[in-house]
C-alpha cells in the first residue's frame, strides 16, 4: 500500500517556464513533508520541506504548497533552469520521523532548452 | 567538510555470496538509515538506527543486517538470503528533526 504517491513518473516543462510536481498521500498522520532533488548515481539532496501547520513555504525558486483536506502537495518551480533536470521525490513523516522517511515512486523533471 | 562516505560506489558480486556496504559519516548525527531504491520506485527503508548498539528493522528487512558499533559507522550486510539483492543503495543520517542527509550510494550487482 503506497502511502506517498507521485503520480507522474515524467514531466517536461520548457526553460524559463513553471514546473509544477505534485503528490498524494494517504497516511493523515503524516506532519511534516520534504522534497528531494537527485541525480543519476548520487543521493538524494534535500531541497524544501513544509510542516502540517503551514499551507505554503518558499524558498528562493521553489515554493511548496500543502493541502491537507486533499492530501496533497505540490512543488512549484519558478523559473524552471536546465541544472532542474533531475528526478523529484517527495517524502513524508509523522511525529519525530525516528524511523525513516516514507518516499513516492519520484518524477522525472527533464527542462527542455 | 563533513558528509557521508559510502564505498564502493560499484559493488560486483557472485549470488551466494554475502556482501557488506560501508556507510560511515562526520556529522556527529545520532540517526542513520539505509534505504534501496529500485529503477522506477521510491526509496524503501531496510533498517535505521537511533543510536549506537541500537538498529531497527525498516519495510524490507529480509535478507540484510546491520551493525552500530560506533556512531560514525553502520555498514549493511546483503546477505545471501535477499531475493533480489541487485539494487542501488543509499545510506542516511539525521539529527533531532533535521532533513535526512544522503551519502551517494553503492550501486550492487549479484549475478
Known amino acids: 500500500d503506497q502511502q506517498v504517491k507521485q503520480n507522474s513518473p515524467s514531466l517536461s516543462v520548457q526553460e524559463g517556464r513553471i514546473s509544477i510536481l505534485n503528490c498524494d498521500y494517504t497516511?493523515?498522520?503524516?506532519?511534516?513533508f520534504l522534497w528531494y532533488k537527485k541525480y543519476p548515481a548520487e543521493g538524494p539532496t534535500f531541497l524544501i520541506s513544509?510542516?502540517?501547520?503551514?499551507d505554503k513555504n518558499e524558498d528562493g525558486r521553489f515554493t511548496v504548497f500543502l493541502n491537507k483536506s486533499a492530501k496533497h502537495l505540490s512543488l512549484h518551480i519558478v523559473p524552471s533552469q536546465p541544472g532542474d533536470s533531475a528526478v523529484y521525490f517527495c517524502?513524508?513523516?509523522?511525529?519525530?520521523?525516528?524511523?525513516?522517511?516514507?518516499f513516492g515512486k519520484g518524477t522525472h523533471l527533464i527542462i527542455q532548452p | 567538510d563533513g558528509g557521508i562516505t559510502q564505498s564502493p560506489k560499484y559493488l560486483f558480486r557472485k549470488e551466494g555470496q554475502n556482501v557488506t556496504l560501508s556507510c560511515e559519516q562526520n556529522l556527529n548525527h545520532d540517526a542513520m538509515y539505509w534505504y534501496r531504491q529500485d529503477p522506477g520506485q521510491g526509496l524503501r527503508l531496510i533498517y535505521y538506527s537511533q543510536i549506537v548498539n541500537d538498529f531497527q528493522k525498516g519495510d524490507i528487512a529480509e535478507g540484510y543486517s546491520v551493525s552500530r558499533e560506533k556512531k560514525e559507522s553502520f555498514p549493511l550486510t546483503v546477505t545471501s538470503a535477499q531475493k533480489n539483492p541487485t539494487a542501488f543503495y543509499l545510506c542516511?543520517?539525521?539529527?533531532?528533526?533535521?532533513?535526512?542527509?544522503f551519502g551517494n550510494g553503492t550501486r550492487l550487482t549479484v549475478t
Open positions: 513544509i510542516s502540517s501547520i503551514k
Open positions: 497516511n493523515s498522520m503524516f506532519d511534516y
Open positions: 517524502a513524508a513523516y509523522s511525529g519525530g520521523g525516528a524511523d525513516g522517511l516514507t
Open positions: 542516511a543520517s539525521s539529527i533531532g528533526d533535521s532533513p535526512l542527509h
